[in-house]
């Protein structure tokens, strides 16, 4: 703990001050000093006899002596000074321009529902559920680009200069004027890009980096792990049916199903070759995960467990 001075100190002090206005100027420098120390810091620490001398011991030298030590200290004051002021200065600005980019962009959100959005161009973007866009308010000519974490169909507007960009975490597609989706969630090992109508550039962004061109009917797979781009055609059905609303199997085997299924619903699927080589037929509703297993297991001889993100089929015994 600190101990405090006595009276004699203190009024030994004061009258050293009084005598001699040099020890005035430096009792100022003390106490501004003092305001730049934590005071709960300060008091516990600090011994005032110890202190006491050695404020003595700065009394008694001359002040020409004082002066001409701390002369480099005084010098760099006012540059001190100067610096502080850029900087907050510096951080004012920033802040203001921030604020000004924020204010500058939409954020879409879609949460628990499929939205439809216009761009600025006139591109028009569906996003899937549990995903978020985000765009600035107005295009400028030589500039369209948009940032998307999740899954979207695009339809983009042609007849411009500049391309159209789609950026994720960990990749970019450049248009012209196509259509094509996109599915990048944050969780998910992979990119997947689909083409309906005309070519789409793919690059990722890992260290090394591969660009790739998709075709109409074509899909690219960008395995975040690994840094390559495979691209072939896509013969998935249903890989929009989050958009459409529909899913249509015609005697399609169970292997191909669960392919449409964890793509969708974003889950792993595990089953042995007797499942798979099951067919199904019918039209469906996209729904619940939970919902399309139940209409399943009332079409096909199969047990499911779903437990999170795992969903594990089996044939069912019979009784």
Excluded at 101 to 127: C, M, R, W, Y
Aim: with cysteine; proline share 3%; glycine share 4%.
């Amino acid at each position: 703990m600190c101990r405090k001075h006595s009276d004699e100190q203190r009024a030994a002090f004061e009258k050293q001050i009084e005598n001699n206005p040099e020890h005035e100027m430096l009792n100022d420098e003390l106490k501004g000093l003092m305001d730049y120390v934590p005071r709960s810091k300060f008091m516990h620490q600090c011994d005032i006899d110890e202190a006491w001398q050695g404020v003595s011991q700065k009394i008694a030298v001359p002040l020409d002596q004082r002066l001409k030590k701390s002369s480099r200290k005084i010098y760099w004051k006012p540059i001190a000074a100067s610096l502080a002021i850029f900087f907050v200065l510096a951080a004012a600005f920033s802040f203001l321009s921030n604020k000004n980019d924020v204010d500058a962009f939409v954020i879409i959100e879609s949460n628990q529902h499929v939205e439809q959005v216009n761009l600025p161009d006139g591109s028009k973007v569906t996003l899937n559920k549990h995903s978020t866009l985000t765009y600035p308010k107005g295009f400028n000519k030589n500039k369209r680009e948009v940032e998307l974490e999740g899954e979207a169909y695009f339809e983009v507007a042609d007849g411009y200069k500049s391309s159209f960009v789609v950026e994720t975490k960990t990749a970019r597609v450049k248009s012209a004027g196509d259509e094509f989706s996109i599915c990048s969630y944050r969780e998910v090992d992979h990119v997947q890009v689909m083409v309906d109508k005309g070519e789409v550039l793919l690059q990722n962004f890992c260290i090394f980096k591969d660009t790739a061109p998709v075709a109409a009917g074509n899909c690219a797979v960008y395995m975040k792990n690994k840094g390559d781009i495979n691209v072939a055609a896509h013969q998935d059905p249903n890989y929009l049916a989050w958009k459409s609303g529909k899913m249509v199997f015609d005697n399609t085997d169970l292997a191909s199903v669960f392919q449409s299924l964890e793509h969708l619903y974003h889950v792993k699927i595990t089953s042995d070759t007797l499942v798979r080589n099951l067919h199904l037929s019918g039209s469906f509703n996209y729904c619940t995960l939970d919902n399309f297993l139940k209409e399943l297991k009332g079409k096909l001889p199969v047990h499911i467990v779903h437990h999170g993100d795992s969903v594990n089929i089996q044939l069912a015994r019979r009784l």
